[in-house]
């Protein structure tokens, strides 16, 4: 008798077998799991902890794996930062949708980006790269290019979500100080024994920027695509 399984549905009759990946679909596979695993080191081991080995580990695939999709550990790490800006910018929009009308939609914005955004692994991944970057000046150089393509992203979808309320406010440039304020914010969490404390600055950060920006009603639809969505920021060949 034969030891051949099938797949049988409901009704009785072999169900179809899955179609098979391409070579092409098995590649980017890989690539992606390299890639959540470098992410996933970088939150939980640190940049210097980081190593391939560790990545290797992380992601269980053999050791040749890396070598197939990233000619170094830094173009491995530049394209796991690059995916991380794109994962934040999924996350922020996603965060909004779910937001509902309400008298405090601009603290209630800030709150989402909060948590959804700087409480969440991928921020730990890359004030990781942050930090790293201030002795090491090729990481520097790729996270510079990053936050280039990231603040005119940013600064599109905090116009499409919010407004001036005067001629000299510009949104662009109070979303980026808030984003500066609450990655401090981030920082500071481990020695922050009350969280109210933190609620309590958020809402006194809101009622400063309310003076100067209003969001702008009925805007739930997600962000604008950022023009760099289709291409890569860094070639991912590294050194």
Not at 113 to 119: D, I, M, S
Request: net charge neutral; glycine share 6%.
């Amino acid at each position: 008798m034969s030891s051949r399984r099938e797949n049988v549905a409901p009704d009785g009759k072999a169900a179809a077998s899955p179609p098979r990946r391409t070579q092409a679909e098995r590649s980017e596979a890989m690539r992606q799991r390299l890639l959540d695993a470098t992410l996933q080191c970088l939150a939980e081991d640190g940049y210097a902890g980081t190593t391939v080995s560790r990545v290797i580990e992380t992601a269980r695939v053999s050791r040749g794996a890396p070598v197939h999709h990233f000619p170094s550990k830094n173009a491995m790490i530049a394209a796991a930062a690059e995916q991380l800006i794109r994962k934040v910018y999924i996350q922020l929009g996603q965060a909004i949708a779910r937001l509902e009308a309400s008298d405090e939609r601009l603290h209630d914005l800030i709150y989402a980006c909060w948590k959804e955004l700087f409480l969440r692994s991928e921020h730990k991944a890359l004030n990781q790269l942050l930090l790293a970057s201030q002795r090491d000046p090729e990481l520097a150089s790729i996270l510079r290019r990053l936050w280039t393509a990231c603040y005119h992203s940013l600064g599109d979808g905090a116009n499409h979500y919010l407004q001036a309320r005067g001629p000299e406010d510009d949104v662009r440039q109070l979303m980026v100080l808030t984003q500066w304020l609450l990655r401090g914010m981030a920082l500071d969490l481990p020695l922050v024994e009350d969280e109210g404390l933190l609620d309590h600055y958020l809402r006194l950060w809101s009622r400063l920027l309310a003076m100067h920006l209003q969001a702008r009603p009925g805007v739930t639809s997600p962000p604008p695509r950022p023009a760099f969505w289709d291409s890569q920021i860094i070639d991912g060949q590294g050194e």
